[in-house]
Each structure stands twice: as C-alpha cells, then as structure tokens.
C-alpha cells in the first residue's frame, strides 16, 4: 500500500473553496477533505454553519498553508490497514517527524501507529511471564472450575478460578456473595475440600 506523509499528495483528498464573509482578506480560504472518511463528527463551516460530508483535514485555511496544515492526521484510514511490515519499513527510512509552517514539530501519525503496533507484537513474540508453578495449577484445576465443593463444616462452595495475587497463587471459592481463598501451596484435598459427586 502506497504511504503518504501529507494529504496533499494522496490521491484521495479534495480541496473545496472555504470563504470567510466576514474577512474579505480570507475569501479565498480552504478546506481540504478526506474522501474516505465521513464526517461523523459534524465539523462545519463556522460562517454559515454548512456541514461538510466528508471529515476535513484542515479548514479556513489559507491556501498557501495548505501542505503544512495536511500533514496526515493520527485518524488516517490508510494508516490503520498497513500491515506491521509495511510500518517497519516506512520506519526504517522515515526521519519519524516533520515540521509545520510555524517549524513546530509534527510526529509522523505512520511511525506512531508502529510504536502502537509494536508492544502487542512483542508480547506474542517474548517468553510466557508466568511465575513459578501456575501452568500446572491451572491444567491441575481447569476441569474443576465452576464444580462444586464440601468444607469441612459442609458448607457447599463454587470453584470459580485461580486468583494470581502478589505473595501466592489461590483457588477462589464462592457461595452466593461470599468467597474463601484457598492457598495453591496445598492441594484442595489438603484444604479439606471435596468434590461434591
């Protein structure tokens, strides 16, 4: 898909005359709208409160201002249908940012979406976190999850999941609005909680 850092060199935008009444030095003001993208907002023409059909990239802009006002925008539909490569190498080539007509810096909405792209990849890609012994407690305990349980007192309880908290790893038992922790230290058997048959 082909990248572009500025709107006006994208094939899909329009620029439509966007006076000023009251200010005949911007009667020749513009407005530049993205083709693909409806104007779910209902941004409008401040003068006569006329709303556009398409969401506008910049507006009562003067039309020399027209490039540094269009730098592609964060919501670019374009952006968000590249796929993680073609990001990686628009990135690899890209000085990641670019300056508007004041020399303000713009960070490119393009390497952004890779920064955004990049941490869930890599939480696929890395090791498992998981600590100590909680795969084999859940694959001990995942046939049990929603069973039903006797305490010692014969108090009946709903197995309803494993709890990771901070010092341990604990069977969460519950009975209507009240729930009991078990410490996977031991065995549920150890705990003296038994399997209702």
């Known amino acids: 898909m082909k990248l572009y850092n500025n709107c006006m060199d994208c ?17 020749d003001d513009q407005v530049v709208l993205c083709m693909l993208t409806r104007n779910i907002n209902n941004q409008h023409r401040w003068a ?15 039309p020399h201002h027209k490039r540094a006002d269009c730098v592609t925008p964060s919501w670019c539909p374009l952006i968000k249908k590249l ?8 990135v690899n080539h890209c000085g990641g940012s670019s300056a508007d007509f004041k020399g303000l ?3 490119c909405p393009i390497c952004v979406e ?8 890599l939480k696929i890609s890395t090791p498992c976190v998981c600590d100590g012994n909680w795969r084999e ?39 209507g609005g009240e729930l009991k922790y078990c410490s996977c230290v031991a065995t549920l058997y150890v705990h003296g909680m038994k399997e209702k048959e």
């Open 137 to 175: 407690v859940i694959k001990e305990t995942e046939g049990k999850i929603g069973k039903t349980f006797i305490d010692p007192n014969k108090k009946e309880w709903v197995l309803d999941g494993i709890l990771w908290a901070e010092d341990d790893f604990y069977y969460l038992f519950a009975n």
């Open 83 to 90: 796929t993680y490569e073609e990001l990686s190498a628009h």
């Open 105 to 107: 810096p713009i960070e």
């Open 11 to 27: 094939p899909h935008h329009k620029v439509e005359h966007d006076p000023d009444p009251t200010d005949s030095f911007c009667d």
């Open 48 to 62: 006569d409160n006329h709303i556009w059909d398409h969401r506008p990239i910049t507006w009562s802009c003067r």
């Open 114 to 121: 890779f920064s955004k792209q990049t941490p869930k990849l």
